[in-house]
């Protein structure tokens, strides 16, 4: 369960990091 959490954590870090870049 807790490796999940982490990969979603990862996932929206992702996903944040992508959208600063489009700025």
Known sequence: ????N???DDDL???AYL???KL
């Open 6 to 8: 982490v990969r979603i």
């Open 13 to 15: 870090k992702a996903r």
């Open 19 to 21: 959208e600063l870049e």
């Open 1 to 4: 369960m807790a490796s999940i």
